[in-house]
């Protein structure tokens, strides 16, 4: 797709609703009845009647315009190839996670990259998102699975000195080689160069030490001093699982979260993938640390992802208090279906459930997560927002779509009951991108059936990578059994 923009001015008049960002509060809000122009890749005015001139003229009166969603952490390239299979398992003697013991068996193959790529990109743009951070080892023409699109993608180049594995479903061991996570380091700066340096402004380019148990002190303060020379953070996976959580307390006799701060990385320049295992967090009892009140007091932000671990039967405790005790908290998919919007019904659910209570996370909380407080932990204030200024990402949802009705308050009814069923359109960079509920960009029929075949590929040589030998259907069950037809 080409990122030519129009210079036509363009506005969209008398909508129904507009989610606008008030600077004055430094918060969203509703307006009602008002326009929003934009020129090029840029809102030019949101706000009632429009004096401007502009050569193209839409009709709001029954619509809601509101931000894009910035996708702050996400791993397209594969996740969609588990669709079906991972569901429903998790370890129950490895703190009920399927990290160490399934996904490592179910991954396809990285030829089907591209295709896992471009499916998630098709699915998130339906959902609403402009901008997605893409977490993954820095592979051969990456920018590329993202130039025809259109979606605004910031790549964090991923990088760790080894990988995990488990022998017998109940302990972990580790194969890392500091000198190979110095290597790859090297590489993960060189991919976020390639992509700052590239000619399109929707490409960009992050550093992201992987995991906190695959990566040393020195791997995770030189991505940081690396990440700094740049002006950008680091987002790095913590607190993200009872096994590392135990992992590092037994190599350091402390937190993942008190690791971080001890050798100076905990602070406003990192963000924490998961963050959810804290030091008191319910599923932990180690009353020795106080991981709350250092993360809030640190700036450090938080990447919460809630469906990947409400299928574990895992949740933040609480969305509600990281936001109030002052962490910043942007929302990722980081799994399938990238569904923006499955993410912040779910951080809304699972919190009040976690917490006990229906105020324990409100859904302002999550759509901001997903809109300005994402925007701002990737450093683009520009986007996130509908106001002058800002960069004109943003979806027109179809406010005539039963499930948004009745209307009293519709952020509410696109988050519990329509979903992306009623996102009509979507702009990046002042771009059209999808149209009528399809994406004009990609066409993925040959994608989907790539995946299919990753998938089938996956299943065949499951059993060699599986620790007990097990075939794919002792793996994985299927709800069902496959019965006989009968006459």
């Keep these: 797709m080409s990122n030519i923009k129009a210079d036509k001015t363009t506005v969209i008049r008398n909508c129904n609703w507009i989610v606008a960002w008030n600077e004055a509060t430094g918060s969203q809000e509703y307006l009602q009845g008002a326009d929003m122009a934009f020129c090029g890749d840029e809102i030019l005015y949101v ?215 001890r050798m100076g990385a905990l602070g406003p320049d990192t963000v924490i993938g998961h963050g959810i295992f804290l030091n008191d967090h319910p599923w932990i009892h180690w009353p020795h640390a106080n991981d709350f009140e250092l993360l809030a007091d640190s700036g450090a932000q938080v990447a919460h992802c809630p469906v990947v ?35 912040l019904r779910m951080a809304c659910y699972a919190g009040r459930i976690i917490g006990g209570s229906f105020t324990a996370a409100p859904t302002s909380y999550a759509f901001d997560a997903a809109t300005h407080v994402g925007a701002d932990i990737i450093r683009r204030p520009d986007l996130g927002r509908l106001a002058a200024g800002c960069k004109a990402d943003f979806s027109i949802v179809d406010m005539k779509n039963r499930y948004m009705q009745p209307d009293y308050d519709p952020i509410r009814s696109i988050v519990y009951s329509a979903n992306d069923r009623a996102i009509r359109d979507v702009y990046v960079n002042g771009v059209q991108v999808v149209a009528d509920g399809e994406v004009l960009t990609l066409d993925i029929s040959d994608d989907i059936e790539m995946l299919r075949r990753g998938q089938r590929d996956a299943m065949k040589t499951a059993s060699q990578r599986d620790w007990a030998g097990r075939e794919i259907e002792e793996l994985t069950p299927r709800v069902y059994q496959i019965g006989k037809a009968r006459v």
């Design 309 to 343: 671990f409400a299928r574990r039967g895992i949740a933040m405790n609480t969305l509600r208090r990281y936001v109030d005790g002052g962490v910043p908290v942007g929302i990722g998919t980081d799994t399938f279906p990238h569904n923006m919007l499955d993410e």
């Design 47 to 261: 706000g009632a009647q429009y004096a401007g001139s502009a050569e193209v003229e839409i009709d709001g009166r029954e619509v809601m315009l509101m931000p894009g969603f910035v996708n702050i952490h996400s791993h397209p390239g594969h996740e969609p190839g588990w669709k079906g299979m991972m569901e429903e398992l998790g370890s129950p003697k490895l703190g009920q996670s399927s990290l160490y013991e399934f996904m490592p068996v179910f991954d396809i193959g990285p030829e089907y990259a591209r295709p896992a790529c471009r499916v998630s990109q098709s699915e998130l743009l339906k959902s609403g998102v402009t901008t997605i951070c893409d977490l993954a080892p820095p592979r051969e023409d990456w920018i590329g699975d993202y130039e025809e699109s259109g979606i605004r993608a910031a790549l964090w180049g991923m990088f760790r000195a080894g990988p995990w594995k488990t022998k017998n479903g109940h302990s972990v061991e580790y194969d890392l080689v500091e000198s190979r996570g110095d290597r790859l380091l090297v590489d993960a700066v060189a991919a976020a160069d390639a992509a700052n340096a590239h000619a399109s402004p929707l490409i960009s380019g992050y550093i992201c030490p992987a995991q906190i148990d695959t990566c040393s002190e020195n791997h995770i303060m030189g991505a940081l001093e690396a990440a700094r020379e740049r002006g950008q953070p680091i987002q790095i996976h913590a607190a993200q699982s009872v096994v590392e959580f135990q992992e590092i307390t037994r190599r350091h006799g402390c937190t993942p979260v008190e690791w971080l701060d």
